[in-house]
């Protein structure tokens, strides 16, 4: 089954530190750019991250950058996210999302498959 | 670069339901569209304007010209209440990134 999952959520303080997690599987990690996008509670889809297949073109949203790190393993199937200096606005489920197009390089197009996403909570 | 959509659209069980991305010159990006469910993860439903990826039905169609892309859903059904979101690939000189629309919910009724 092609699916992604996320792990790594949960409650932190203002100002501390979280690693997300992506675990891909039924199929070939390494062939697709993959992102990261969040939703507030209750509120729209934000995307916040990008990370092309070898990882030698990132892309961050003004919102994240400075504070936010994304990156991959091919060989673990795997993406993560750092997320430092954690705001009460960071507040959201965070889905990890596969690009579709694998023909256009260094950018993302659009997004074929999400995982089921995994709820931060930033709050004291 | 900002996509805009109407918070909320109604429509009839059987009639035609349109929604509407609005953006500058959105005509010259391509644009897709996604559906979510309540408690559910987005799912793609029209991709680079006007295709649908593989087991969506063909009730859904868009259209993309000038400064609007169109999600138009024939013979709605109380299964397509949801929320629609429009998205794009925008990129200038300073400034790159995936955008989204604010998001249409979509009633039948």
């Known amino acids: 089954e092609v699916r992604l999952v996320e792990s790594g959520g949960g409650l932190v303080q203002p100002g501390g530190s979280l690693r997300l997690s992506c675990g891909a599987s039924?199929?070939?990690?390494?062939?697709?750019?993959m992102n990261w996008v969040r939703q507030s509670p209750g509120k729209g889809l934000e995307w916040i991250s990008y990370?092309?297949?070898?990882?030698?073109?990132?892309f961050y949203a003004d919102s994240v950058r400075g504070r936010f790190t994304v990156s991959r393993d091919n060989p673990r199937n795997s993406m993560y996210l750092h997320m430092s200096a954690l705001r009460p606005e960071d507040t959201a489920v965070y889905y990890c999302?596969?690009?579709?197009?694998?023909?256009?390089?260094?950018?993302?197009?659009?997004?074929?498959?999400w995982g089921q996403g995994t709820l931060v909570i930033v709050s004291s | 670069y900002v996509l805009t959509q109407a918070p909320s659209v109604s429509v009839a069980p059987g009639q035609t339901a349109t929604i509407t991305c609005g953006g500058d010159?959105?005509?010259?990006?391509?644009v897709h569209w996604y559906q979510q469910k309540t408690g559910q993860a987005p799912l793609q439903v029209v991709f680079?304007?006007?295709h649908r990826p593989s087991g969506i039905p063909d009730r859904f169609s868009g259209l993309n010209s000038g400064n609007t892309a169109t999600l138009t859903i024939s013979r709605a059904e109380v299964e397509d209440e949801a929320d629609y979101y429009c998205?794009?690939?925008?990129?200038?000189?300073?400034?790159?990134?995936?955008?989204f629309g604010g998001g249409t919910t979509l009633t039948v009724l």
């Open positions: 999302v596969r690009d579709r197009n694998t023909l256009i390089r260094g950018r993302s197009t659009d997004f074929d498959l």
């Open positions: 039924g199929f070939t990690f390494s062939t697709y750019s």
């Open positions: 990370v092309s297949l070898t990882s030698d073109a990132i």
């Open positions: 010159k959105i005509g010259s990006y391509n």
């Open positions: 680079d304007d006007r």
């Open positions: 998205q794009i690939w925008y990129s200038n000189h300073s400034h790159a990134g995936v955008v």
